[in-house]
């Protein structure tokens, strides 16, 4: 049984079918990715599979558990975290207050750690730990708002690592990304992939290519091909597409 499973789902908008009999699957202790071209369905399959959105039809397992349904905070609670494709930063706090703020010890403690984040120095450790992890160490004091794109999301990632997750979902995490900071990002999936089980929604398909052990390709709504890189590299309807080229 894989750590995560989505069944036949199905998703719609009034009149308009965006998802059609969608099943995936995400193996533990691998990093896997969703592709496929723009409007194809990939946004709206990410976050029926992480509780922003409930399906029409189809389920949603992790670790065994139907969470079909269940609302963001309460899938985040079993372990799984998520990035958006556009960031979620306090700019007005410090690099290091983001991520105090992500931890569990914090979260339980909801308005009065809000009002006091320099009070509980084990927190700080532990946050100035984490910043360490994903390249910050050196910006604590830096307000978040202040740095660079790529600083920022690496920071935005940072705080899902921080809640613990046993599964981290990323969204479009390149978006914006110049050349260097792509490459640093892929190093530091590649570190973080060593503890966390990952999947990846990605239009750079060079870099998915690039990290993912097995990545599934949705167009027109629907799973048309899924694969290790290697394989889709040679799979008909890819090479047949622009995706082949970008491959």
């Not at 997750?165 to 978006?175: G, K, Q, V, Y």
């Not at 027109?220 to 622009?242: C, D, F, H, K």
Request: glycine share 10%; hydrophobic share 45%; net charge neutral.
């Amino acid at each position: 049984m894989a750590l995560f499973e989505a069944h036949h789902l199905h998703k719609r908008f009034g009149d308009q079918v965006v998802l059609e009999d969608i099943s995936l699957r995400f193996e533990e202790n691998c990093l896997s990715g969703i592709m496929g071209p723009n409007g194809a369905g990939k946004t709206t399959c990410f976050n029926v599979l992480t509780g922003r959105y409930k399906p029409n039809r189809g389920k949603v397992l992790f670790a065994g558990e139907d969470i079909t349904g269940l609302p963001p905070r309460r899938i985040a609670r079993k372990g799984i975290a998520r990035s958006f494709q556009t960031m979620n930063l306090f700019d007005e706090y410090t690099a290091l207050d983001n991520v105090v703020l992500a931890l569990p010890r914090v979260r339980t403690r909801g308005f009065e750690m809000l009002h006091n984040l320099g009070a509980n120095r084990e927190a700080r450790d532990e946050a100035a730990a984490v910043l360490a992890r994903i390249g910050l160490r050196g910006q604590e004091t830096s307000l978040a708002g202040d740095l660079s794109y790529g600083q920022r999301r690496a920071l935005e990632i940072g705080i899902a690592v921080a809640a613990e997750p046993r599964l981290l979902f990323l969204d479009e995490p390149t978006a914006g990304l110049g050349t260097e900071a792509t490459v640093a990002l892929a190093e530091l999936i590649q570190t973080l992939r060593r503890d966390i089980t990952i999947v990846v929604i990605e239009h750079d398909m060079k870099f998915l290519f690039g990290l993912a052990d097995h990545i599934f390709v949705i167009h027109w709504g629907q799973v048309i091909a899924e694969g290790s890189p290697a394989q889709l590299r040679v799979n008909p309807w890819v090479q047949r597409s622009n995706l082949g080229e970008l491959a």
